[in-house]
């Protein structure tokens, strides 16, 4: 197992048939992944409160976006109108335990 990591993924639009997106086709959005240790728990409070109220059904800290960003995109709406604009959390920059 690893810890929490920030892993490349590329999205292909074309490959989802998604073809009302003019541009970009496809972008690297990246994804987290890894284990996060319980000593994460102390960073968040809410976290190690709800571990301490129910130990055995809640989740201990999970690997999360931490930073996102947004891409700019040229699309189609449903009027077929041509929009250019900017699309906010499409980028994992950064991961994190939470």
């Known amino acids: 197992e690893s810890r929490c990591c920030r892993y490349p ?4 639009f074309e490959a989802f048939g998604w073809d009302w997106i003019i541009a970009p086709k ?3 959005a ?3 992944s890894g284990q996060c240790e319980y ?3 102390q ?5 190690h409160l709800v571990q301490q109220a129910n130990p055995r059904g809640s989740a201990g800290p999970c690997c999360t976006p931490t930073k ?3 891409i700019n995109m040229l699309y189609f709406n449903d009027k ?5 604009g900017k699309i906010p959390g499409m980028v994992v920059d950064r991961c994190g335990c939470s």
């Open 9 to 12: 993924l590329t999205v292909d």
């Open 26 to 28: 496809r972008y690297k």
């Open 30 to 32: 990246n994804y987290c």
């Open 39 to 41: 000593m994460f728990m």
């Open 43 to 47: 960073k968040y409070p809410h976290t």
């Open 68 to 70: 996102m960003s947004p």
């Open 80 to 84: 077929q109108q041509i929009i250019y």
